[in-house]
């Protein structure tokens, strides 16, 4: 079994040696690849894929492949890829230049996302808490992702888990993402009632499927 | 990891606390003993029970906003939804399940709920 770390493009600047990579070839475009062990899926394997994408998208523009993706030999690989060869090609055109960037808020108070159902007496306040939730969601969302998405080339809003207000991953210009964090930080200034994580740089994973 | 962070807030724990171990999930990729079986089964009936759930509350939320129900419809419709999330609660809790434990990922169709 042979594992996929990244597509690049071909020719590219030296493999790092952080591991035994090989690149497979395909018509200007070249997947990078290690052959997998016989260990299982794991979360230091994980840490270790993630690694070297990083390594990669240091000196290069990278379309990360998720970990876990497993093909038979080499040859396997460059059929794959030829198959999509231009829908690929254009997926890394979207990223060149660009890292992607993870924004996640959560109120400063954290409580239940609905009414705690105990303390609500009538129905029709239930309902009333649960259209209020929704909408101060809404707001809080709006208020962040219409900025932040101003200063990206593109951007994805994730659905938020039980505890966050808004999730979203913005594909940022390399030379932009101090300006992006600076935005952040300014809008972490003026919504008190929020916490707001941004992480990155990371490979632009939720770029590289359109 | 700390080198990630381009903008941390004062409160970061609650970020930390949320996070799922990541063993976890790449187990739940198969997990098939059998004492875990009955929960993986409780796990994926009530995934579908919570998503019909929330989308009967939406499409009475959303009847509600257009006002087309009287106060005593209202009030009904919230006595029964109150009534299904205080249930929910009680089954996650029988299964030892969390809200986000009734998600699935899609994949490139992204969550389910």
């Not at chain 1, 597509?7 to 052959?35: E, R, S």
């Not at chain 1, 809404?138 to 938020?160: F, I, M, Q």
């Not at chain 2, 089954?91 to 986000?100: H, S």
């Amino acid at each position: 079994m042979i594992e996929l770390y990244a597509i690049t493009d071909n020719p590219c600047p030296a493999l790092p040696d952080l591991a035994p990579l090989t690149i497979v070839p395909v018509n200007g475009l070249a997947a990078v690849c290690m052959p997998a062990g016989e260990e299982d899926f794991s979360a230091d394997a994980f840490w270790r894929h993630e690694e070297v994408v990083e390594a990669l998208m240091a000196d290069r523009d990278v379309l990360p492949v998720r970990y876990g993706t497993r093909l038979d030999d080499e040859s396997a690989v460059a059929r794959a890829v030829k198959e999509r060869r231009d829908e690929l090609a254009a997926a890394l055109d979207h990223v060149r230049g660009a890292v992607e960037l993870s924004v996640r808020a959560m109120p400063t108070e954290t409580r239940r996302a609905g009414p705690p159902a105990a303390e609500v007496s009538s129905g029709a306040e239930y309902l009333r808490l649960r259209t209020g939730a929704d909408a101060s969601r809404d707001h809080a969302a709006r208020a962040l992702h219409e900025p932040l998405s101003g200063l990206a080339r593109a951007s994805v809003e994730g659905r938020p888990r039980p505890q966050e207000l808004f999730r979203a991953a913005y594909l940022v210009e390399r030379d932009a993402v101090e300006s992006f964090a600076a935005a952040v930080a300014r809008l972490q200034k003026a919504n008190t009632g929020l916490s707001i994580l941004c992480t990155g740089p990371w490979p632009p994973y939720s770029f590289a499927e359109r | 990891m700390r080198d990630k962070v381009l903008h941390a807030p004062r409160e970061l724990d609650p970020f930390l606390g949320e996070l799922p171990p990541l063993d976890h999930a790449l187990s739940r990729r198969v997990n098939a003993d059998p004492e875990s079986l009955e929960r993986g089964l409780a796990q994926l009936v009530l995934t579908i029970v919570e998503l019909l759930r929330q989308l009967m509350e939406r499409q009475a939320l959303r009847r509600i906003d257009t006002g087309g129900l009287s106060a005593e419809q209202e009030e009904r419709l919230g006595q029964t939804f109150m009534e299904l999330d205080r249930r929910m609660a009680e089954l996650r809790e029988e299964f030892g399940l969390t809200e986000e434990d009734l998600n699935l990922d899609l994949g490139p169709l992204g969550r389910l709920l």
